[in-house]
């Protein structure tokens, strides 16, 4: 492999991996709970960031907050103090990066996936480098992006963590040639990512057979079925679940 890449931690690949946190019915999606059950039980976190207005990073899946909050409102165009005023249907609030790494700690692993409005923000980036900067488990962390300038940008500007790139078959309506371009990992050279996080629904596939022999972990989202867990467990290195008990019995020490 290319000497600059990267291999993710061994524990994001011996231990399943949370889809934003153990959320239920009763515990909403990247929520502080969700998070606080996934370290309990052993899991590391996948978990998404937005840039608020005022610069900070908002741990929330969507731009518009009303399928999460029942209120209108667009993350990218709220501060982080605005944000305050919203709740999660469970009750909890909006959590922001930064309370995330406080409450983790490195007891686990934690998968940031760079989120994005409309369009690559540079500034996102530099963001989430800065408030990774003082985390003393930086070996804990690894960033990911479904935008190949983002993985290009992380890539160009920090070594210190794994970046990956997430893909799937039809990301973009009418867009044939670019979905072509990103299912078919066309673009994995220019970005230079270390690893591949890929959509399940399309596993196993020759682009991706291509690059997890050549020694590029792939990660598999998002696993909710024991079907698809055994799919993956022939065509990925590991799994990123979400309502359902992993297989896998290895599950790091509680905290």
Known sequence: MDANKLKLNENFIKYPIAHRGLHSAEVCENSLEAFRL???????????????RDGDLAVIHDSLLSRMTGKGGV??????AELKNYRLRDGQKIPMLREVLKLIDGHVPILIELKFRRAFNEKQAVAVLEQLKDYPYKSMIALQSFHPKMVKYLKTHTCEFPV?????????????????????????????????????????????????????QVLAWTVNTPEKEARAARTADNIIFENIVPNNPHRMNHV
């Open 38 to 52: 996934a370290a309990e039980q052993g899991y590391p976190i996948e978990l998404d960031v937005h840039l608020t």
């Open 75 to 80: 993350v990218e165009r709220l501060t982080a």
């Open 164 to 216: 990956g790139y997430l893909s799937s078959f039809k990301l973009l309506k009418n867009h044939d040639f670019v979905n072509y371009l990103l299912k078919t990992l066309k673009l994995f050279r220019y970005m230079r990512a270390d690893f591949i996080s890929y959509d399940i629904a399309y596993l196993p596939n020759k682009y991706v057979s291509a690059k997890r022999r050549r020694g590029v």
